[in-house]
């Protein structure tokens, strides 16, 4: 096995998981296309908008079972299941890594997989064959703190590991939930459009100065992202790729008009699975 990338997907509505749409028809070719390019992953360090903490925590559990960590959609979303093992081996491994680091972690021997981690895991290996730890972040930690963070788990993607930060592009929910909701194929808006422009040609260019200083720099920042809880796995989902790893957009689609489902791999390695996806 050779080292695999990193990965930031967006997970997008819960209704993901019951249509796919685009961004699901990516997602159900990215399993296979890591698996043939790099091997299957031993495991999944998953680290979500829905599972944050006041410090990082290890759901250590031998066993994850389905939340649905959401109410009012149709009977058939709660329904689904994706339940999988855990990596309690795994959380000891990271316990070190980070702790080498400075950075203090909990563990917890409990489990439950939010829905921006079994959305796309439902797709990538709809079987549950690999292994899953959670590690909840803190959302009011800075974007240098958890790209930094991300830094400390770079060893894992060289054993086999699959880093994945989940949460989505674009994230205003007011967009969605106001006096009338869009159609899932709305026309996308052109703030959403601008930001991700933006964040597309800084993650290419691997420009982490400005990409932690999005608040700032970036078009439409405060707009795209009122709270930033599910823009923030971006950053240690790149800081496992390395300090300086630029970042390649494998997916790029939009629904609603402003809920932006972009995928991206960071690292010398994601070339090569967008190569892999191509075929």
């Given at each position: ?47 979500s ?9 290890l ?7 389905t ?40 563990r917890?021997?409990?489990g ?21 730890l ?28 699959l ?20 159609p899932v ?36 920042a405060?707009?795209?992202h ?54």
């Amino acid at each position: 096995m050779t080292r695999l990338p990193t990965l930031y997907l967006s997970h997008g509505s819960p209704m993901t998981a019951l249509e796919p749409g685009a961004a699901g028809a990516f997602m159900q070719r990215l399993g296979p296309a890591i698996d043939a390019r790099f091997g299957r992953p031993r495991a999944v360090l998953a680290l979500s908008a829905h599972t944050l903490a006041r410090e990082p925590v290890l759901l250590a559990a031998p066993r994850h079972e389905t939340l649905h960590d959401f109410s009012g959609f149709p009977e058939a979303l709660y329904r689904l299941r994706y339940d999988t093992a855990g990596a309690p081996e795994l959380a000891t491994q990271v316990q070190q890594l980070l702790g080498d680091a400075g950075v203090p972690v909990q563990r917890l021997d409990q489990g439950g997989l939010d829905h921006g981690i079994w959305t796309p895991l439902r797709y990538m290996y709809p079987g549950a064959e690999v292994p899953v730890l959670p590690l909840g972040f803190v959302p009011d930690w800075t974007p240098q703190r958890l790209h930094a963070f991300g830094q400390a788990l770079a060893p894992l993607a060289d054993e086999g590991v699959l880093i994945i930060g989940s949460g989505s592009i674009t994230h205003n929910l007011r967009l969605l939930f106001g006096s009338e909701r869009p159609p899932v194929d709305a026309p996308e808006i052109a703030q959403s459009a601008a930001f991700r422009a933006w964040v597309a040609e800084r993650a290419a260019a691997a420009d982490w100065g400005a990409l932690n200083d999005y608040r700032r720099q970036a078009p439409f920042a405060a707009l795209m992202h009122p709270t930033d809880e599910h823009w923030l796995p971006w950053y240690p989902a790149g800081g496992a790729a390395g300090l300086a790893a630029a970042g390649t957009r494998l997916h790029d689609s939009v629904t609603y008009g402003c809920l932006g489902m972009d995928a991206y791999a960071f690292g010398a390695q994601g070339q090569a699975l967008l190569q892999a996806l191509a075929h």
